[in-house]
């Protein structure tokens, strides 16, 4: 069985140049691809980052994880990944989604199903170089057009459909649990049906939230909050796993233990984790991989090999979100590649089942 590409979503963006510096260094370590979140009040300007890296690399794949089509309007996107892609030609793609966390912080809703489809059928067109009726005067058109890949970040039902039917790939947002998977999969060939596309054609990629800590019991705290920051953004991804919500309401949890933005996110995940304690440790399992390299090399061969899709990507979120260490070679960028896609990639080419 073909290993999917491995992709990053963190960095060090403490500068331009030590972020450039950083995806140069994953590059050189081995992994895919280089993505980034478009969280304007979190980090540095995505695109400015995204060129910086872009001139100091040569193979790996590069865009925002994700976009929204609430921050910026559609047409600046697809100017600013078509300039993307100049700079690093055939490895660039755009993630896009409804912006939960960079929306919030700005006091935004998060765009709805319906204008998340409108931008990327918008999108598609201008980066294919065609003239678009958008109600101004004169049609749109972007005169530096680049077929940049569009891929849609999804884990709702509705929103699974609709990526089927308009994305040239979809991340799936939805935890490592087979049930909860196998149920996008499905979901995104259905939409891709209904659109008259061959299912098939639509490229599938998933985000797996990734505890690398080799202490089980903080290991576990933190399993917990990124189950809660799934249950709290979609309730109905415990149904499947067999699941109960058995505590207080998420935004309750939130004001009382002071979680802050929210369970996936917060400064303090073992502190997040113990806000949700009453989570068995099977919901810490249903929506992450956590433990030392063994142990998660191990759940993620389960999981790639559970699916009922080849995924193209596999983009690792690492958990906790890391600062960067005193000691790079010991952080989560370098211990991952060594430590982790080896045995990884091993495996998923042996015919033999994982020890």
């Not at 009040?41 to 929204?68: E, K, M, Q």
């Not at 005169?143 to 891929?151: F, L, N």
């Not at 039917?165 to 060939?189: E, K, M």
């Not at 502190?271 to 304690?277: E, K, L, M, T």
Request: proline share 9%; with cysteine; net charge neutral.
């Amino acid at each position: 069985m073909a290993a999917p590409r491995f992709g990053l979503n963190r960095f060090d963006a403490r500068s331009v140049d030590a972020f450039a510096a950083d995806v140069r260094r994953a590059e050189d370590l081995g992994w895919d691809a280089a993505l980034q979140p478009d969280s304007q009040l979190r980090r540095r300007d995505t695109y400015v980052l995204l060129a910086a890296a872009a001139r100091a690399t040569r193979r790996i794949v590069l865009g925002p994880l994700l976009a929204n089509p609430v921050n910026r309007h559609p047409t600046v996107t697809a100017s600013s990944i078509a300039t993307i892609d100049e700079l690093a030609p055939g490895r660039t793609l755009l993630g896009w989604g409804v912006g939960d966390t960079a929306v919030r912080l700005a006091g935004l809703r998060p765009a709805r199903v319906s204008e998340l489809e409108a931008g990327a059928r918008l999108m598609r067109a201008l980066l294919d170089g065609e003239h678009v009726d958008v109600g101004a005067r004169r049609p749109a058109h972007l005169p530096h057009h680049r077929p940049v890949p569009i891929w849609i970040a999804a884990g709702g039902p509705r929103t699974l459909r609709m990526a089927g039917s308009a994305a040239d790939g979809v991340f799936i947002r939805v935890g490592t649990h087979p049930a909860n998977i196998g149920a996008a999969v499905a979901a995104i060939r259905a939409g891709a049906a209904e659109a008259g596309r061959d299912p098939a054609a639509v490229r599938v990629a998933a985000i797996f939230h990734t505890v690398l800590v080799d202490e089980a019991p903080r290991a576990l705290a933190m399993g917990r909050s990124m189950a809660a920051g799934y249950y709290e953004y979609s309730p109905t991804l415990f149904d499947a796993p067999g699941l109960v919500w058995a505590g207080a309401h998420p935004e309750v949890l939130k004001r009382d233990r002071n979680v802050w933005p929210d369970f996936h996110h917060a400064p303090d995940l073992e502190a997040s984790g113990a806000a949700v304690d009453f989570l068995p440790a099977t919901a810490a399992d249903a929506f992450c991989l956590r433990g030392g390299p063994e142990q998660i090399a191990e759940q993620l061969v389960a999981v790639i090999r559970a699916a009922p899709v080849a995924f193209e990507y596999v983009v690792l979120h690492p958990i906790p979100n890391p600062p960067t260490p005193d000691d790079p070679e010991r952080g989560y960028t370098a211990r991952v590649a060594r430590e982790i896609l080896p045995l990884v990639r091993a495996r998923l080419a042996s015919a033999s089942p994982s020890p």
